[in-house]
């Protein structure tokens, strides 16, 4: 199974992009990669997703690199309520061809003002 | 439109008890996961239904169970509750059971076992 791995922990400033890496070398051609956050004590919040291309919205920017082995979330100028915990997962289907998500303990970043 | 509903949000209950949480799904959306999240061990998958199917299980014992009903809606019993399923247990909804689906969150149901 695909997993991912992520600092523990990470600082930014207010106002700044705060870049968050992750790594997946085992990824297969199919799997995606997800990026969710964890305000403490609330449901996760779907941020962005992606299969090979960059992707952006509303709230963040997802790099992928181009042997898809890590990618990094970019929040472009984060604010005190971007302070949250971050998972990067990787979703593909299991041997049974169905849909599986493995959730990792993410990065917990922190946005000082 | 209405977002994932878990109700209760919290609950206190006693070893050896049984409890049942509840999960309404967004509107149209015919898949529901659940998730249990502790502080050592994160989100750990319990299973996921799609049309009053299970699809998928996690690596749970059998005092974890759930169900779907026809209008999506979700449930999950455990049975024989230990002091160590005392965690906060999450519902998840998307619109079908694709790698290309986002899946949106409820707020979590808080178990406590005494």
Same mark, same amino acid.
């Given at each position: 199974d695909a997993k991912t791995t992520q600092p %523990? =922990?990470?600082?930014?400033a207010e106002g700044r992009a705060a870049n968050l890496p992750c790594n997946? =070398?085992?990824i297969s051609g199919n799997e995606y990669v997800y990026w969710y956050r964890q305000i403490h004590s609330q449901g996760p919040q779907y941020i962005i997703h992606g299969l090979k291309n960059n992707e952006t919205n509303e709230m963040a920017s997802l790099i992928i690199t181009e042997d898809r082995k890590s990618s990094t979330l970019i929040l %472009?100028?984060?604010t005190l309520r971007d302070t949250a915990v971050y998972y990067c997962i990787v979703r593909g289907f299991n041997a049974g061809n169905n849909r599986k998500l493995i959730w990792g303990l993410g990065t917990s970043l922190a946005v000082n003002p | 439109k209405a977002?994932?509903?878990? &109700?209760? $949000?919290y609950l206190?209950? &006693? $070893?050896?008890?049984?409890? &049942?949480? +509840?999960? +309404?799904?967004? +509107?149209?959306? $015919?898949?529901? +996961?659940?998730y249990q999240q502790t502080p050592g061990q994160g989100l750990q998958f319990l299973f996921e239904y799609f049309s009053e199917t299970q699809r998928n299980k996690g690596n749970f014992p059998g005092r974890f169970s759930g169900r779907q009903f026809s209008n999506s809606r979700s449930e999950m019993n455990v049975s024989t509750l230990e002091l160590g399923d005392s965690a906060l247990y999450l519902c998840a909804s998307s619109s079908s059971t694709g790698l290309d689906t986002e899946a949106f969150f409820g707020q979590g149901t808080r178990l406590t076992v005494v």
């Open positions: %523990p =922990s990470m600082d930014c997946h =070398s085992t %472009p100028h984060a | 977002g994932v509903t878990q &109700t209760p $949000r206190i209950k &006693t $070893r050896g008890q049984q409890v &049942t949480l +509840s999960c +309404s799904p967004i +509107s149209g959306h $015919r898949s529901v +996961s659940w």
